[in-house]
């Protein structure tokens, strides 16, 4: 999966002097006025915002471990040994292995398909595997599962400890004594689809071994080397975040599609989806988006966790190559995994899909002693910003939060 994150500079440029007289002239635009300056110790916007008061209010998007913001802050003389003791031991065996990896299952998704017509939505640009049926299948889903599990061992996550919460749901004794009139020998209702929070693409290869689901990626995933094909195996919904078009509507209605074909047919592919729509540092959970929930199916909320001492696995403010880096380096990581009932909405909630989503975050938000923020993805973008220095980017500001 692509990152949401913008190209980072390590050399942040030098702020312009500003013009005497534009200070004393207020009909300049705001977005003449120069977005954030930074020094060696303070990164100030037009409020004069300095590093402390950025983090306060960017909290979600903080990194707390000893690599410090964007993974670029002094370490001690001992973590520079452990680091380089690393660098020359786990790093070459975990990158041969992890690409291995990666090639085997390649070549078992080729082989499976070959021959396969796909499954093809040409006015929205979708294609995947994912119902196709038979041996093929079950070979594509197991051998993915084990050896996405493979994966993580390789990448030192050793032992995953997975928990599963029998707690009482809101608005749940209306569903049980449901459930209860009806016949015994009827199934219990399907999930439409799996909600997690997003920490890290790490999570994505969890929740392979795991259930083996469908995600939402980028549009130009389909078109990667190796992950391309096994992306379309996992059957993902691709979708194209910059554009400016009604795009938005065409894959919105895929999604719930997606997720109403799930809950009603045994034989579909299950869809995972984050609603946060980025990722965090894992004490966080930002607004629901409303995709996952217009379905109205019921939902299977999964919370994820990484706890750690040194390295945090946490996807916020740090470059996807330095993030994979000191991953590689780190002897052993570490996740959790909470698994929660599965929610049945209400009647007021299948009419209101944002109450919807409100109530499944705020049991997760509940449940993982998770802190609820308001903010998002634009807002992760001007933090972005601001640890870069850049002070000519007033469009960040204007970035649909999409």
């Given amino acids: 999966m ?15 002097q500003p013009d005497p007289a534009s200070r004393d002239d207020g009909s300049n635009s705001k977005d003449d006025r120069p977005l954030l300056k930074s020094d060696s110790n303070r990164i100030s916007s037009t409020t004069g915002e300095s590093i402390e008061e950025l983090e306060k209010k960017f909290a979600a998007y903080v990194r707390n471990d000893v690599y410090g913001p964007m993974g670029r802050g002094e370490l ?29 299952y390649y070549i078992i998704c080729r082989v499976c398909t070959l021959f396969s017509a796909p499954n093809r939505d040409e006015e929205e640009e979708q294609e995947d595997f994912a119902h196709m049926g038979g041996w093929r299948r079950a070979v594509i889903v197991w051998c993915g599962r084990f050896l996405s599990r493979m994966l993580l061992f390789v990448l030192g996550f050793y032992w995953i400890s997975v928990s599963y919460r029998d ?12 459930n209860e009139g009806k016949d015994q020998s009827e199934e219990p209702e399907r999930l439409g689809a799996i909600i997690s929070n997003h920490v890290s693409y790490l999570d994505i290869l969890y929740h392979m071994s795991a259930s083996f689901p469908s995600f939402v990626a980028k549009r130009s995933v389909a078109k990667l080397p190796l992950v391309g094909l096994i992306s379309k195996c996992l059957g993902c919904v691709y979708v194209q975040r910059e554009s400016k078009s009604s795009d938005f509507k ?3 209605g895929i999604v719930t599609e997606r997720v109403k074909e799930s809950h009603e047919n045994s034989s579909a592919p299950m ?9 965090t540092n894992g004490d966080f959970l930002l607004p629901f988006k409303t995709g ?9 909320p999964v919370i994820l966790r990484y706890p750690y001492q040194r390295f945090s696995p946490a996807w916020d403010s740090i470059s996807g190559a330095l993030h994979v880096f000191y991953l590689f380096c780190q002897f052993i990581n570490h996740m959790e995994a909470v698994w929660l009932p599965v929610y049945y909405p209400s009647q007021e909630e ?23 923020s308001d903010i998002g993805l634009a807002e992760k973008r ?10 000519s980017l007033p469009s960040v500001l204007h970035q649909k939060d999409d």
């Fill in 382 to 391: 001007i933090y972005h910003t601001a640890l870069n220095g850049n002070i």
């Fill in 292 to 300: 996952a929930f217009l379905a109205t199916a019921p939902v299977r």
């Fill in 2 to 16: 692509d990152t949401e994150l913008k190209s980072m500079n390590p050399d942040p440029p030098k702020p312009e």
């Fill in 76 to 104: 001690p003389l001992v973590e520079k040994v452990l680091l380089g003791i690393a660098v020359v031991t786990l790093v070459p065996i975990r990158f041969v292995l992890a690409l291995l990896i990666l090639v085997v």
């Fill in 250 to 252: 065409g894959v919105s």
């Fill in 350 to 372: 299948k009419d209101d899909p944002k109450l919807y989503a409100s109530n499944v975050r705020r049991l997760m938000a509940r449940e993982g002693n998770l802190t609820m």
């Fill in 271 to 279: 869809m995972m989806l984050f609603p946060e729509g980025t990722t």
């Fill in 167 to 178: 707690i009482e749901l809101p608005d749940q004794n209306k569903s049980s004594s449901q």
